[in-house]
């Protein structure tokens, strides 16, 4: 069941993304455009979503334990901090420029269209080369701390 919950979630999540046509760069820039042709039809999406989540994660607060985990998966941190920020600029800046973001990106994949490919692409660079640079200050904080518990 542990693969078959996830999989029935990301079937419905790429069939809201579909119907929604939050696939198409176009309409996304389109409901980005405020001061233009603005299409606000994103906007039912995002409350759609909204619906659908909050009564999701409060139930999900309420409970014991997942239905079909053993434990919660949540992050640990709750506070708005330097990283949370950046990283909302750069997806905002990306979602602004293109008008995809990585789970539509994913899905237009299919199309085989040259602008997608780059854009997947380039996202997966980005993340290769976060995960590597966090990498490396974790390992530069061990040998910090594993300098100064020698030293003193």
């Not at 069939?15 to 603005?38: C, E, H, N, R």
């Not at 701390?145 to 020698?150: E, G, K, P, R, Y």
């Amino acid at each position: 069941m542990w693969i078959i919950a996830p999989l029935i979630c990301g079937l419905i999540f790429g069939a809201g993304l579909l119907i929604s046509g939050m696939v198409q760069p176009t309409k996304v820039l389109g409901f980005l455009d405020i001061f233009g042709a603005w299409d606000p039809s994103l906007a039912v999406v995002m409350a759609a979503a909204l619906a659908v989540s909050i009564p999701g994660f409060m139930l999900a607060d309420r409970s014991a334990r997942p239905w079909f985990a053993g434990q919660y998966f949540r992050p640990g941190k709750s506070g708005i901090d330097l990283p949370l920020v950046a990283g909302a600029g750069l997806f905002g800046i990306g979602w602004g420029l293109v008008g995809l973001c990585p789970g539509p990106a994913l899905e237009s994949l299919a199309t085989l269209s040259p602008g997608i490919i780059v854009f997947v692409a380039a996202m997966a660079a980005g993340m290769i080369a976060h995960d590597a640079w966090q990498q490396s200050r974790l390992t530069a904080q061990r040998d910090r701390q594993l300098a100064s518990a020698t030293d003193g």
